[in-house]
């Protein structure tokens, strides 16, 4: 029985030991195969997590290690957990909260020489050297620009830091807004620190910061102060010699400058325009503005030397202006356009109102009676004593000069006087009657002359001395009509009237040379005897019939009239009668042909 009982309970033992090593062996199996798995599905979680660790026993897992947000806490427990084959996972992840990272940018020193300060606190990792690059490149990139940089380096910080960003925000943030002297970047919040006069500015770069910084932070800070402009307003014309002409002062903005320059250039092209106006925001806006730009035009346009000074305080206008009436009506617009300004605003007009100068003139004429008279207007006595003394050689003791030349202020200078001077001679020498004036630059003579040679002599004369490119000029020179002719210039005239008759050939009215002779003497005898007319007879043999006679009559007459216009005589003094075929005996004398022209003196 005992020896049974042992054998039993050797045999029980034998079991269990066996029993116990099966199972070890194929539950060691499924740890591993499990482990395996696990593996490859944590290998994404080894960076979020330091020492990470699982255990099996068994089917079950625990999963131990350093973890920085709950997140990946989650995320590693459900991705043991998808593991086929595990049946409890147990969480021993301890949870180590990171400080997040802080960066301060600020601006100091002088514009010429601006310091960056850089500090704060970032993690220690590749982009540490990555910041300090891009900070460098962003805010160093000028010889005015220095960096002071202070960063902490903390493997207990988060590398949350959009270090990638920074460059491309600070540099589009310092376009827009150039005044910015802070930017904060700190509980996952960032700040732009400045001080600026412009709200529009301002609320561009904020609107910027939110777009480009929109996944990374959880807010913007406005630390952006809007400042209240300060400096008081002020514009200056200031022309010189009507040619240049300068703006200058001290404006908001462009918009009221380009106003007023592009209004100036339109009243003036010519005008050469100097732009000196210095535009700021931290200038306070101009209330006069509409006032200045609707009375710039006629200030412009109508004042010589203008100066022209706005303030807050006044409006205050000088130079000169062409009659009273012109300096009124820019008083009456600069008053109407100020109306309702506040009561100490200031309506300054020191305008001159400028007398422009008489023209300097001179007139010399010669009357048909023989009276030479001499009268214009100088600027000064010197220059009347010249032209008296350069004058006076030309006359004669018996000549009778008439003379009132005035000489007073405000007068034109004459350059022309020494011409003046020099025409006496040739005028009285050439001019039966007439005159040669000077006015400004305005010359004019008109004269009858004795011969067209003095009156070619005259004229050239005068073009010489008074250029085209300097003078107006206008000539009208005239010849004088011969005197009465003689009784036997007369006598003359009446027998060759008589005793020139022209013959064609049958059915002809062409002229021969002979004929053409006789035509000429005729022609000399006539322009003898000014106040005549010639009547041209023209006649015809008996053959054919009358109406084609009295046509071929007039043929005749026609080319006996054209060869007397060549030679000179005009066609208002010579008629044509058309005789046809009649009258072929004239005062009982008989005509070798009827085919003639004849001639009366009318």
Known sequence: ????????????????????????????????????????????????????????????CTVSGTIYDEIDRENIIDAIGSVSGVRKVSDELNLLRLALPELKIEKSGEPNNLIWN???????????????????????????RHLSIELKKDSGTADSLPVKKIGPLLSEILQILPEVTGVELSDKKFKLIAETFSKERRDKALAYAKSHLAEEVDGIIDGVVILTPTDNPEFSISMNDGEELIVSGLLSDDSLKNRII??????NEKLDLQDEVQVGEHVKNAEWSNSVVRIIPALVAEVNNLQLNVSSESVEFSGTVLGDEKKNSIQALASQSFNGKKGSFKLVNELVVFVPPDKANLTMSLSEEGGFKIAGLLPRQEIYDQFIKVAGSSFKEEDEINEKIEVKDNVEEAPWIGDMS???????????WGALSIHGDEVALEAEVSSPESGDVLQAIVENSF????????IQITVAEPTAPSD????????????????????????GSKDKTKLDGLAEAFLKVPGSSLALLGHTDPYGNADYNRKLSRKRCESVRKYLIELGINTLLLEIVEKGETDKVVQ??????GRRV????R
Request: aromatic content about 10%; some cysteine.
């Open 588 to 593: 009982g004398r008989t005509y070798e042909s």
């Open 1 to 60: 029985m005992k020896t049974s009982l042992k054998i039993f309970l050797i045999g029980l033992i034998s079991y269990g030991v066996l029993f116990w090593a099966s199972v070890s062996f194929v539950g060691s199996k499924v740890e591993v195969s499990l482990k395996q798995k696990v593996q490859k599905e944590l290998v994404f979680f080894e960076e979020s997590c330091e020492d990470l660790e699982y255990v099996f026993s068994g089917r079950d």
């Open 118 to 144: 850089i500090k704060g606190i970032i993690n220690d990792g590749p982009d540490a050297l990555e910041l300090q690059d891009v900070l460098g490149k962003t805010l160093g990139n000028n010889n005015k």
């Open 598 to 601: 004849e001639f009366e003196l």
């Open 488 to 511: 036997e210039d007369i006598m003359a005239l009446e027998e060759l009237v008589t005793d020139t008759v022209i013959y064609f050939s049958t059915e002809s009215y062409s002229l």
């Open 262 to 267: 592009d209004l100036i250039k339109q009243t």
């Open 467 to 474: 250029p085209l490119d300097t003078y107006k000029r206008v």
């Open 422 to 432: 020099r025409l006496v001679s040739p005028f009285l020498s050439s001019v039966q």
